[in-house]
T-cell receptor, first 111, second 111 residues
């Protein structure tokens, strides 16, 4: 059953903690993306990767970090430098200049 | 930066009526895509229209694109309660460059 998965579904972070959001795909897609969505808002790009071992910053990369060591995986770390991390995080993947496939999202809340 | 702007921000209609949502964008594009998001879920791709196309159909969906006006519209015919969701337009360039999303239209279909 092919698709893109994100875990966990809900995540709680204390002040000063780093947390890592998981994104895995078995679609054999080259490109993967991380977006942030705030309530009632559209999606803003955090980071993206078009190929293994390479990634680029998006519009709101500050306070976040990523890695792309495997084609299937693109984890996002929300660092303590991100002052307002409470949001819904969406991961997506794509094969070429076509439709993007989205995961179900992770809702991160700062306690 | 958000390129697409959907209009209206919210739309409420009766079941069976048609729903029309509009999207305007600012720069040249390779393609424009529409996505649906149910509350608290990931995005689902609906339809992609390329810059050299003017109209595209998929089931009850009809999308138009006017590159001279930098605008697109999504028409959902004979709406159903299950169409209740947020709808986003997103613009894309060639290759695996990321999509740029608008803020979305919240559609409520009342049974």
């Amino acid at each position: 059953d092919g698709g893109i998965t994100q875990s966990p579904k809900y995540l709680f972070r204390k002040e000063g903690q780093n947390v890592t959001l998981s994104c895995e795909q078995n679609l054999n897609h080259d490109a993967m993306y991380w977006y942030r969505q705030d309530p009632g808002q559209g999606l803003r790009l955090i980071y993206y990767s078009q190929i293994v071992n390479d990634f680029q910053k998006g519009d709101i990369a500050e306070g976040y970090s990523v890695s792309r060591e495997k084609k299937e995986s693109f984890p996002l770390t929300v660092t303590s430098a991100q002052k307002n991390p409470t949001a819904f995080y969406l991961c997506a993947s794509s094969l070429e200049a076509g439709e993007k496939f989205f995961g179900p999202g992770t809702r991160l809340t700062v306690l | 930066s958000q390129q697409g702007e959907e209009d209206p921000q919210a739309l409420s209609i009766q079941e069976g009526e048609n729903a029309t949502m509009n999207c305007s964008y600012k720069t040249s594009i390779n393609n424009l895509q529409w996505y649906r998001q149910n509350s608290g879920r990931g995005l689902v791709h609906l339809i992609l229209i390329r810059s050299n196309e003017r109209e595209k159909h998929s089931g009850r969906l009809r999308v138009t694109l006017d590159t001279s006006k930098k605008s697109s519209s999504l028409l959902i015919t004979a709406s159903r309660a299950a169409d209740t969701a947020s709808y986003f337009c997103a613009t894309g360039l060639s290759g695996n460059t990321p999509l740029v999303f608008g803020k979305g239209t919240r559609l409520s279909v009342i049974a």
